[in-house]
């Protein structure tokens, strides 16, 4: 990890997380005082806004573009440049007396300020420098299984806060479970819990995630997964299934049709949906099912299974969010079995679980097509209880397994090949890596305890999948974990 000697206080570090993979220290660092911040773009405006504040908050003067004499006051200038080898959020540091900030765009520039504000955190100061930076995958995400469990809307938005800090690009809100749905409907009021986010709350969370360059993925999980929606129509259920939509009933397909229309509505701007698509029924005995089993030989002859039946539900749901210019996401334990429906190419993976033999490998979906995000439930589940056999992940697990977002859930052990790790230089279609939080206990921790036990292990998410891998040993990366205190925020 790179260091420069301090004569006033001994070693300084680039302290921040990810960690830039060119840091090139020099003589000195730079301890804003008197501080002008100053945007060379107007579509800067608001990160130049952002960063004033900032430094005000850490007790820096922040004044007008000072005089050409005037050696008091430091400048940072944040740049909006065209650079070679720049993508959307790549960026490029230089600290000496000035700051100098360069990006394509503004998120770029955010990815840049969060550095320096790291460093400000943990030092005071930040090391003179040149830095560059640009993320391995364009999707870091966070999903959060807000509807096993109340989060009230304070805690997510600070939750969305501390991702956008470590440089998360999203977070899939998955607010309807088999044990509650948290977000009010408009269309279906009935099927809400006592407990839940309203309209205006959510609105305001979508704008907090907008400003800090975080993406909402709504999570709405069907035909599985429905039991409390159902409760107030078990007519839509599937016969002998708690919890499954009967995607042999048109009528119970529209119903999953209106819930979709009604939360679209407030996530005008989220550009991916999850539908779900995930343990519908037990997916190794999908003949038990007599209903599934009559419906499919009916519709698709005698090859038929449920498993075509469900495919084209997907498309059915996906075709739907299509056309109002969203991008489908599904989990991928039940895709790319069926016989004679073909999953539609639009559809993205959220890749978690190869628990089983008969689930498919990862590379089938590569070679269809498909986009894939990697949700590794061996690494990332942070399942409440550590139900279901899962333990708490830890940043030490992250570096003994050589985790990078190439680095997919083993195969089933009766499989020869286990592993399924692809390689750098990356697909196109590996879209990213995402953490996943399930409350499957939710009285086993307090929210607090929740934010608390997922800080080191998402840090070290963060770390790894923006770098693919880290150039960090893991004590290296601890004392910058343990270096650097959370980041405060004060809300509107």
């Not at 209880?385 to 680095?407: D, I, Q």
Request: hydrophobic share 40%; with cysteine.
């Amino acid at each position: 990890m790179p260091e420069i000697e301090s004569p006033a206080t001994g070693p300084l570090t680039w302290t921040a997380i990810p960690q830039p993979h060119e840091v090139e220290l020099r003589h000195g660092s730079w301890a804003p005082t008197t501080v002008s911040v100053i945007a060379s773009d107007a579509r800067l405006r608001r990160e130049r806004e952002r960063f004033d504040d900032e430094l005000r908050a850490y007790g820096a003067v922040t004044r007008p573009e000072p005089a050409a004499a005037d050696d008091e006051c430091s400048r940072v200038e944040l740049r909006l440049d065209h650079c070679s080898g720049f993508g959307p959020e790549g960026y490029a540091i230089e600290v000496g007396h000035d700051v100098v900030v360069r990006a394509q765009t503004p998120c770029g520039v955010f990815r840049a300020t969060r550095q320096l504000m790291h460093n400000l955190r943990a030092h005071g100061r930040v090391p003179a420098a040149s830095v560059r930076a640009e993320p391995a995958v364009a999707e870091r995400g966070l999903h959060i299984d807000a509807a096993r469990k109340f989060y009230p809307a304070r805690w997510l938005e600070q939750l969305i806060v501390n991702a956008a800090d470590i440089g998360l690009t999203t977070l899939q809100w998955h607010f309807s479970e088999n044990e509650g749905v948290r977000l009010e409907s408009i269309s279906h009021p009935a099927i809400v819990s006592p407990e839940y986010i309203t309209r205006a709350e959510a609105t305001h969370l979508i704008r907090v995630a907008n400003d800090h360059h975080i993406e909402i993925v709504p999570s709405l999980d069907m035909p599985g997964h429905l039991k409390h929606a159902l409760g107030r129509h078990p007519e839509f259920c599937l016969p002998g299934v708690d919890g499954a939509l009967d995607i042999t009933n048109d009528a119970a397909v529209a119903f999953a049709r209106e819930l979709v229309d009604d939360y679209v509505q407030l996530f005008d701007e989220s550009r991916v949906w999850n539908l779900g698509g995930d343990e519908f029924v037990d997916f190794d005995h999908m003949h038990d099912y007599p209903v599934l089993d009559d419906a499919a030989k009916k519709r698709f002859g005698a090859t038929g299974t449920g498993f075509d039946l469900l495919t084209a539900f997907v498309n059915t749901i996906a075709a739907y969010l299509t056309d109002r210019d969203v991008i489908p996401r599904v989990w991928n334990d039940g895709m790319l079995r069926s016989r004679n429906v073909v999953l539609d190419e639009r559809v993205q993976f959220a890749w978690w679980t190869n628990w089983s033999a008969s689930m498919r490998p990862v590379q089938e979906a590569f070679d269809g097509g498909y986009d894939v995000v990697n949700v590794n439930d061996a690494m990332f589940y942070y399942v409440l209880g550590e139900n279901a056999g899962y333990r708490y992940p830890t940043s030490k697990r992250l570096w003994e397994a050589e985790w990078h977002p190439g680095v997919f859930p083993m195969l089933h052990p009766s499989l020869t090949d286990r592993a399924q790790i692809v390689t750098q230089p990356y697909p196109e279609q590996l879209v990213g890596a995402s953490f996943a939080i399930w409350s499957d206990r939710p009285e086993a921790q307090t929210c607090d305890e929740v934010a608390l036990g997922i800080r080191s292990p998402l840090r070290a998410f963060a770390e790894r999948s923006w770098n693919a891998g880290s150039a960090l040993t893991h004590s290296e990366f601890t004392a910058v974990d343990e270096g650097l205190p959370p980041v405060s925020y004060a809300r509107d």
